[in-house]
Each structure stands twice: as C-alpha cells, then as structure tokens.
C-alpha cells in the first residue's frame, strides 16, 4: 500500500523510481562503492530494501544510525560483526559461521560473540562465503554518515576495511546512503587524498523529490488504492503545501484516509512534522544552540549572510564571521539549507514551515 508509513521493501509497494532502482542494481552489480543520496523522506531506504530484495547475490541491511544509537554515540567493530552474523543467521546462512570464532551460540535468541573478529575479518570471511556460494556479497549502510563514529579514528579504521576489500575481495561490494549528503562524500573521501577511499570509483545515485505531476499521481493512486475520493484541487492543494517528498505525501495520505478530511489531515501532518523535525532540531541543537537560531532566520525570510549574523546576535549573543561560516557549510552538508544567488533558504518546504512557527 502506497500509504503505508513505514518504508517500502517490495517493488509493488512503491511508486514510479524503475530509473532509480535499476541504477541501484546495476550499481550493486557493477561497482564496488555506490552512494545513494538524497534529502530526508525522499526514499532512499525504501528504494534500498527493495534493491536488495531484488538483488541476486546476499544482501546485508545496516541501519547506522541505529548502531550509533546503540552504542551511545560510538560504533564499534564488535558491533558490525556482531550485526552481519546476526542478519546473515537470519537469512538462515549459517554456513558463514564455518571458521568463525564464535564464543557462544544460543540460536533461540541467536546471540552469539564472536571473539575477536575485527572488521577485517569479517570481510575476508565475507569473500570465502560469497566465493563459497557463488553469490555476491552487498554489504548496505543505510545513513552512512554516522559511521564517522567508527572507532576512534573517524571512521578511518572502517574505510581502510573498504578499501581493502575494494583492492582484494572481489565478491564484495558496498552501498552508502546519506540525508546529509555532504558529511557522507566528507567521510567516504574520494577526493581526499587522506582518506584510505582516495581515488577509488563508485557510481552515485540522486534520490529527488517528485515533481509536480508525479507527486499528484502518487496521491490519485494512493487513495485508489484505499478506495477513497479525493476532489482534483485537493490533490493540488495538498502538493502545493507538501511539495514532492514521498515521506510528507505518504503521511497525508494516510491521514487523509483515516480522518477523512483535508484541512484534518493536513494539519495531523504538519504536527507528525513538527514532532519529527523538533527531534532533529534536538539532535543538531546539541552540536550547537545557534543551528537553530540560523534555521529560524532563515525560515522566517532572513535569506542573506548579514540579516542571519544580525538575527543569531540578536538572539544568542556575538558569534564570529569565521563561526557563523562553519555554522552555515555544516547546515549545508547536512541536508538542511541551500545557497543560490547569496541568499540562503530551507530545502524541505514543510520543514520550512514547520519551523517558521
Ligand atoms: P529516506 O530513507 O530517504 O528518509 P524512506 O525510504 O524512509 O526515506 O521514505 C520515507 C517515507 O516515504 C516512507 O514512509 C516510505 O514508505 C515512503 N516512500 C518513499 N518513497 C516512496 C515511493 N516511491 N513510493 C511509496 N512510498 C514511498
Ligand atoms: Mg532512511
């Protein structure tokens, strides 16, 4: 169902993307690096779960942020090791676990350790098993960028497992996604010439919002879907607000269909929105109390470098050009605002909205 909230794992659920879902398979068949990439809600998890469905060798899933969430702020190697196994014996691979040094099993809770597996070794493990099977490995970090918490190095230690394995184990291949877009090509470093990716090849996929026309088609065919009349200048009203980010038009939809009504269901998703952004806001908050101070000027029309630094002073006392310039790439890098023509502005419009407030 179209309107379902969570994201999407089979191709029948999802809406239109064949382009991009071929250039994720092709990129999984075809690369050993692929970047998904595209702003919060757009639909890079679903479109990932659905290529790894699809894909014809073993295809891992890595929430990063959930690891990091889990770890409390660090990712460690343990935990990817411990998280492949476990996925792997899931998917009733059992075979991977020949040779491993396992601790203890229990399969009932399938908790296992295996005692000092280093992220290297996983991945030569990975290689005998994929070269085992005749099948491919994908390993998928879905949010990549928090693997700059990999360690104590940045993430280093990570990446220089990557690049191994892209130098000497064929049956591996890897995919990051990334809402914070610039932090991911930061962290993965192609163009680094201090990151141990420096210089490798991988194929980049752009995940965009729907233009107009398709995010009205993905509306009609949602509520077709669940039976429900919706009047055409709702539909255009609803697209008008929301934009073309499947997550918002999802959520409308969903509520349109349990409320029955637009104004009713616009303003449940504006306040899913609300709750959902104000715990990014926190996140970021945490980094520094000015992210949202900028994204309030912004939000509210401050569109140029000076009206920002008047605003964040006048709210939250001085703040150095030098700080505010950092500040401002940060947001940029994570998704949040774009510059054009030296004027800053939101890029979700609803966020936009939301934070206007
Ligand atoms: P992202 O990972 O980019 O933040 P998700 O894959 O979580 O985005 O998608 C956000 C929401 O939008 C989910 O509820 C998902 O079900 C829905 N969604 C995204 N793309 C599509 C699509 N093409 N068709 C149907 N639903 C979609
Ligand atoms: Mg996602």
Do not use: C
């Not at 060798?57 to 090791?81: E, F, N, Q």
């Not at 280093?118 to 990975?126: C, S």
């Not at 005749?134 to 700059?148: C, H, M, N, S, T």
């Amino acid at each position: 169902m179209l309107f379902d909230p969570r994201p999407k794992e089979r191709r029948e659920e999802i809406f239109d993307r064949e382009k991009e879902l071929e250039s994720i398979l092709n990129g999984m068949n075809e690369y050993p690096i692929s970047l998904i990439i595209g702003i919060r809600r757009v639909g890079k998890s679903s479109l990932l779960k659905v290529a790894l469905n699809e894909y014809s060798g073993i295809g891992i899933y890595m929430d990063t942020r959930r690891l990091y969430s889990a770890g409390s702020g660090s990712i460690s190697s343990a935990m990817l090791v411990d998280e492949i196994t476990r996925i792997l014996l899931g998917k009733g691979r059992v075979g991977f676990l020949r040779g491993i040094k396992v601790e203890e099993i229990n399969l009932l809770g399938l908790h296992l350790k295996p005692r000092e597996s280093t992220w290297v070794d996983v991945l030569d493990r990975l290689e005998q098993f994929g070269r085992k099977t005749g099948k491919k490995v994908v390993i998928a970090f879905d949010e990549a960028q928090y693997l700059r918490f990999f360690g104590s190095r940045g993430g280093k230690d990570f990446l220089a497992g990557v690049a191994y394995a892209y130098d000497s184990l064929p049956n591996i291949s890897f995919v990051f996604t990334g809402s914070e877009v610039g932090l991911l090509h930061d962290f993965v470093g192609i163009d680094d010439y201090s990151s141990p990716l420096y210089g490798r090849i991988s194929e980049e996929i752009e995940i965009r919002a729907f233009p107009r026309e398709l995010s009205e088609e993905f509306l009609r065919r949602g509520f077709a879907e669940v039976g429900v009349k919706v009047p055409e200048d709702e539909i255009r009203r609803a697209v008008d607000e929301l934009d073309g980010i499947p997550g918002w038009l999802v959520e409308f939809g969903f509520n349109y269909w349990k409320k029955g009504s637009f104004e009713k269901a616009i303003e449940t998703t504006m306040n899913r929105a609300k709750a959902m952004i104000k715990e990014e806001l926190f996140e970021l908050e945490k980094r520094s109390p000015r992210y949202a101070l900028i994204l309030k000027a912004i939000s509210i029309g401050l569109s140029r470098w000076s009206q920002i630094k008047d605003y964040v002073e006048a709210k939250g006392g001085p703040i150095t050009n030098a700080r505010l310039n950092s500040l401002l790439v940060n947001l940029e890098k994570m998704g949040w605002i774009k510059k054009e023509n030296g004027r800053y502005h939101i890029i979700d419009p609803v966020v936009e909205k939301v934070i206007k407030e």
